[in-house]
C-alpha cells in the first residue's frame, strides 16, 4: 500500500477523494503533480483499479514524461498499462486505431504550424484570392477557432462577405489536408470528438474503458476537449481534473478557465479541493502575486502560504530606457553569478512578447554572459531538420503533398515549378496523388501509362526521385529500421555534401542533422509513426533540456508555465507591453494579462525583479512610457524601488540628477523658472515626420515639458515628449 504521510492535509484529501467528479483548485508550487500521480497510484493499489481502465492527460510531452517517471518511481511495472499522454497524443492514438471510421487512413500525418500555414496559403492561391486582404495568419487562426469550437466548414456562420471567404478557404483547406491524408492539430481533437458522437458503440468502448480519467491544467481546456472528456466519461463519470483557474494564459489559443465553472455546473455534486500550500516561493513572493490576481474577477479565492518565511521583498526597477533595463538585468546577474552565490542557471528573464528578447540578447552578448532562449526559431524549425522530417514523412505517407513540395527538387535534381504543376496536373487526371504517381513512374519507367504527359527533360528527375521514393518504402516494408533509413535517405540523396559547404553555418546545419538522427535512435524500436508522431506533437518547452548548464533563460511569460527558478526579471512592465495594447478595451483580455504576470511571479523561488523603462524608442524617437497598472496593486511594504527616484510623475536617474546639479550650479541657475504653455491643444491635426498625420487627444504640461497624446492614422496611439517629437500643427479646415 502507498505510503500517504508525506502529503499535507489539502493534498491527501484530493488523492483519496471518493468516487465522482472531484475539482482540484491547484495554486502554484502547491505540488498538482504529485497529487494527481499519487491518485493514479492509489486507485491502482488501494482501489484495485487496473491500469488498462486509467486515462491520464497532460498539456505537454514534458509532463506526461515526469508523471511517467514518477508513476514508475511509485509502482514498478504495476503501473504499465495507464493511458498516458497530451490530449493530441491520446487521440491521435484513438484516430489511428478506429480509422476505419474516418475519412483519412491510419498512417495520417500531423502537420506541423508551418505546413498548416503552408497549406492556407494555398487553398487562398488556388481560390485567386489575395494573400494581402487575407492573411494567412488571420486565416488560420479563424479556421482553428472553428475547429475549437466544433465547428466545421460545413456549419461556418458567415455574417458578412468576409465570413463568406473564410469558409471557402476553409472548405478548401480541409481539402488539401484529406489530400495529403493529413490532419492538423485541431483535427485531432475535432475528428476524435466525431468519431465518438457518429458512432455510439466506439464510444461506449472507449468510455467503458476508461473508469477513472484523470486532467492536469484543466484550466487550459477548450470546449472541444471538454466536450471530449464528457464522452470519454459517459458510463463510469469518474472524473478527477486539477487546474487553476488563475494560470489561465492561453485565450488567444481558444483555452477556456470557465470550463472550470461549466464543470461545477455539470457536476453539481463533485467534490471541490483546493491546494494551497505552496513548496516553491517564500511568502512575499505570494503575497505580491495575490495582490496582483486578486483584482480579478470570476474565480475562487486562494490563500496561498508558504513555510519556507517571508524572503527578501520584490525590487521595482525603473530604468532610463529599454537599453538600460537590458543592461539592469545582465549586469545584476553578473553580480549574483561572481559572487558565488547563484549559477547562471538560477535566473529567468521573462517577457510579454518575443521581439522583446533582441536588446537583452545583445545585453549578454557584450558581457560574455551564456543564455539560452525558449520559444525562437525551434529546432524542428530548421531547414535541414525539416527536410530530413519532410523526407521521411514522404516515405511513411506519399499522399503528403506539403512534404513532397519541399523535398522534391533537394538537393536541386532540376524539378521547378512548372514540372510541379504539370505533375500535379497530371496526378489529378489520374487520379492518383503526386506520390502515388512519382512511384509508379520511378517503378515502371518508359512503361508506365503516364510517361508520355512530360516532356523528355521533366520527366528524368522525376522518374529518378519517384525510384529513390519507391526504393525507401521498399525497403522500411521489409524491415529496414529507422536509424537504418534515416542513413539511407542521407547517402541517396547526398545530403551531407548538399548542406555542408565548409562553412561555420554548413557545419553546424549538419550538426543539427546529427541531432536529428541521434532522436531517431530512440525511435529504433517505436518505429517511424512513432518517430514522426512524436515530432510533430512537440511543444517549446520540450525541447527545453533539463540541465540549463550555467546559461539563464530567456522567454515569454506564456513559455514560462510550470517552469521554476531562484531568481526572477520580468521586464517591460508598462502599458501597452504588459498589459499589451491589444487589451486595453476587452475585460477578458485585461484579466488574462493580470493572469500572465501573475504565472511569471509565482515561477520564482526566492527574488522577484521587476522592471520597466522611463522610456523606449520608438520609430521616430523616444516616446514616454506609463507605468503598468497592474503595479499599483502592489503594496509599497511588498517592494524595494531601485533605479530612478520618484519627483512627482517622473522618477530621475542618478545620471540625471548628476548632470542637472552640474547644469544647475550656482553661476548657471535662472532666477525664476520660466511658466511653461501648451503649444498644442485637443483635436489640433498635427504631421510627423516618420508617422504622418494624427490628432492630438490631449496635451499636459509634466515635470518641465509639454507630453502630448496623439492618433497617428499610420500607426494608432502615441504618447510623445513635444520638445523632441518635431510635430508641426497643420492649418485647420
Known amino acids: 500500500m502507498i505510503n500517504l504521510d508525506h502529503l499535507n492535509d489539502q493534498q491527501r484529501a484530493a488523492v483519496t477523494a471518493p468516487l465522482g467528479q472531484v475539482l482540484v483548485l491547484a495554486g502554484p508550487g502547491s505540488g498538482k503533480t504529485r497529487v494527481l500521480t499519487q491518485r493514479i497510484a492509489y486507485l491502482i493499489e488501494g482501489m484495485g483499479v487496473r491500469p488498462h481502465n486509467i486515462l491520464a492527460v497532460t498539456f505537454t510531452n514534458k509532463a506526461a514524461r515526469e508523471m511517467q517517471h514518477r508513476l514508475q518511481s511509485l509502482l514498478g511495472d504495476d503501473g504499465e498499462g495507464v493511458w498516458l499522454g497530451t490530449f493530441h497524443a491520446n487521440c491521435a492514438r484513438i484516430l489511428r486505431r478506429e480509422a476505419q471510421y474516418l475519412s483519412f487512413d491510419n498512417n495520417f500525418v500531423i502537420m506541423d504550424s508551418d505546413d498548416q500555414q503552408a497549406l492556407v496559403k494555398r487553398a487562398i492561391r488556388e481560390l485567386n484570392l489575395d494573400e494581402k486582404l487575407y492573411r494567412p495568419t488571420s486565416i488560420h487562426a479563424a479556421i482553428s477557432t472553428a475547429k475549437n469550437n466544433l465547428i466545421t466548414p460545413a456549419d461556418f456562420p458567415t455574417q458578412s462577405y468576409r465570413d463568406e471567404i473564410t469558409k471557402r478557404i476553409y472548405e478548401r483547406y480541409q481539402s488539401l489536408l484529406r489530400d ?80 472550470m465553472l461549466r464543470f461545477e455546473q455539470d457536476f453539481p455534486a463533485c467534490q471541490k479541493i483546493l491546494l494551497e500550500q505552496n513548496y516553491r516561493s517564500t511568502q512575499t513572493v505570494l503575497d505580491a502575486a495575490r495582490a496582483v490576481i486578486d483584482r480579478n474577477k470570476h474565480r475562487t479565492r486562494k490563500h496561498l502560504f508558504s513555510e519556507r518565511g517571508a524572503g527578501e521583498r520584490l525590487v521595482l526597477y525603473e530604468a532610463v530606457d529599454e537599453h538600460a533595463e537590458a543592461a539592469f538585468v545582465v549586469d545584476t546577474i553578473q553580480q549574483w553569478v561572481n559572487s558565488g552565490k547563484a549559477r547562471g542557471s538560477d535566473f529567468a528573464v521573462m517577457y510579454r512578447t518575443n521581439a522583446q528578447s533582441r536588446l537583452l540578447e545583445e545585453a549578454f552578448l557584450r558581457a560574455g554572459l551564456p543564455y539560452r532562449l525558449v520559444g525562437a526559431l525551434r529546432f524542428y524549425g530548421r531547414r535541414e531538420v525539416k527536410d530530413l522530417i519532410c523526407f521521411l514523412r514522404l516515405v511513411h505517407n506519399p499522399d ?97 555534401e548538399y548542406i555542408d559547404d565548409g562553412s561555420n553555418e554548413g557545419k553546424e546545419r ?76 476587452d475585460p477578458e483580455e485585461m484579466a488574462e494579462e493580470r493572469r500572465l504576470l501573475y504565472v511569471g511571479i509565482t515561477r520564482a523561488k526566492d527574488r522577484v525583479y521587476l522592471v520597466r523603462a522611463h522610456q523606449r524608442s520608438q520609430y521616430g524617437g523616444p516616446e514616454i512610457q506609463e507605468p503598468s497598472r497592474f503595479l499599483e496593486d502592489l503594496p509599497e511594504s511588498l517592494i524595494q524601488r531601485q533605479g530612478q527616484r520618484r519627483h512627482r510623475e517622473v522618477w530621475e536617474s542618478p545620471e540625471s540628477r548628476a548632470l542637472r546639479s552640474r547644469v544647475l550650479s550656482p553661476n548657471h541657475r535662472p532666477a525664476s523658472a520660466a511658466l511653461i504653455e501648451p503649444r498644442f491643444h485637443p483635436t489640433d491635426r498635427v504631421r510627423h515626420p516618420v508617422w504622418g498625420e494624427g490628432i492630438v487627444m490631449e496635451s499636459r504640461i509634466q515635470d518641465g515639458d509639454e507630453t502630448v497624446d496623439v492618433f497617428f492614422e499610420s500607426v494608432g496611439f502615441k504618447r510623445l515628449v513635444a520638445s523632441l517629437a518635431n510635430l508641426e500643427i497643420l492649418p485647420k479646415g
Open 400 to 496: 503528403d503533398e506539403v512534404s513532397l513540395a519541399r523535398v522534391i527538387n533537394v538537393p536541386p535534381r532540376g524539378v521547378g515549378e512548372k514540372t510541379m504543376v504539370a505533375l500535379q496536373l497530371a496526378a489529378r487526371q489520374a487520379g492518383l496523388s503526386a506520390g502515388q504517381l512519382l512511384i509508379e513512374l520511378g517503378e515502371k519507367g518508359e512503361q508506365s501509362a503516364h510517361w508520355g504527359r512530360f516532356s523528355g527533360r521533366s520527366i528524368l528527375p522525376l522518374a529518378d526521385f519517384g525510384s529513390q521514393l519507391a526504393g525507401w518504402r521498399r525497403a522500411v516494408a521489409e524491415g529496414l529500421s529507422l536509424p537504418g533509413l534515416f542513413d539511407r535517405i542521407l547517402l541517396d540523396t547526398a545530403y551531407q
Open 510 to 585: 549538419w550538426d543539427n542533422v546529427q541531432e536529428l538522427r541521434r532522436l531517431a535512435y530512440e525511435f529504433r524500436e517505436g518505429g517511424l509513426t512513432a518517430f514522426l508522431e512524436n515530432l510533430a506533437l512537440v511543444s517549446d518547452q520540450d525541447t527545453l533540456p533539463e540541465e540549463a548548464g550555467n546559461a539563464a533563460t530567456l522567454l515569454t511569460l506564456h513559455a514560462a508555465k510550470g517552469l521554476e527558478f531562484r531568481f526572477v526579471f520580468i521586464i517591460g512592465l508598462d502599458e501597452g507591453l504588459l498589459p499589451h495594447a491589444r487589451s486595453k478595451d
Open 180 to 259: 495529403s491524408n493529413a490532419v492538423d492539430f485541431d483535427d485531432l481533437l475535432l475528428e476524435t470528438v466525431r468519431l465518438l458522437v457518429d458512432n455510439p458503440h466506439v464510444r461506449e468502448r472507449y468510455a467503458r474503458r476508461f473508469e477513472h480519467i484523470l486532467v492536469d491544467e484543466f484550466q487550459d481546456t477548450n470546449l472541444v476537449q471538454y466536450e471530449l472528456l464528457k464522452l470519454l466519461a459517459s458510463i463510469h463519470g469518474n472524473l478527477f481534473v486539477v487546474g487553476d483557474e488563475d494560470q489561465s494564459i492561453y485565450r488567444w489559443r481558444g483555452a477556456d478557465y470557465r470550463n
